[in-house]
Nanobody, 126 residues
Framework: QLQLVESGGGQVQPGGSLRLSCAASEFSDDYYTIAWFRQAPGKEREGVSCISGSDEITDYSDSVKDRFTISRDNARKTVYLQMDSLKPEDTAVYYC???????????????????WGQGTQVTVSS
């Protein structure tokens, strides 16, 4: 069974940067769509960014577009989320998720993903 482990969270000041990593126990680059979600206290889990399998198509939510960058290293079985120009409203627990479905505009739907990591806390505060 696929296992996902996130790392790289922490506390940073507004305007700062963090890079999250999602390490997978196995990686078929033609099989899994990988996404980052986040959940702030009292709010629903929301999709942040997604990357497809071997063709590495990416998409972002409007709230993080032009600030966050998703990438994958299939040799290292790892997906990254580079987060720049962080804002207090980016504060949340960030989760990576994997699903075996064709990449499309519905990538933000949580029920499409069969595997989830345990989450890593990101806090943006001065």
């Amino acid at each position: 069974q696929l296992q996902l482990v996130e790392s790289g969270g922490g506390q940073v000041q507004p305007g700062g940067s963090l890079r999250l990593s999602c390490a997978a126990s196995e990686f078929s680059d033609d099989y899994y769509t990988i996404a980052w979600f986040r959940q702030a206290p009292g709010k629903e889990r929301e999709g942040v960014s997604c990357i497809s399998g071997s063709d590495e198509i990416t998409d972002y939510s409007d709230s993080v577009k032009d600030r966050f960058t998703i990438s994958r290293d299939n040799a290292r079985k790892t997906v990254y989320l580079q987060m720049d120009s962080l804002k207090p409203e980016d504060t949340a627990v960030y989760y990576c998720a994997a699903g075996s479905f064709p990449f499309g505009k519905n990538w933000h739907l949580t029920f499409l993903y069969s595997y989830w990591g345990q989450g890593t806390q990101v806090t943006v505060s001065s």
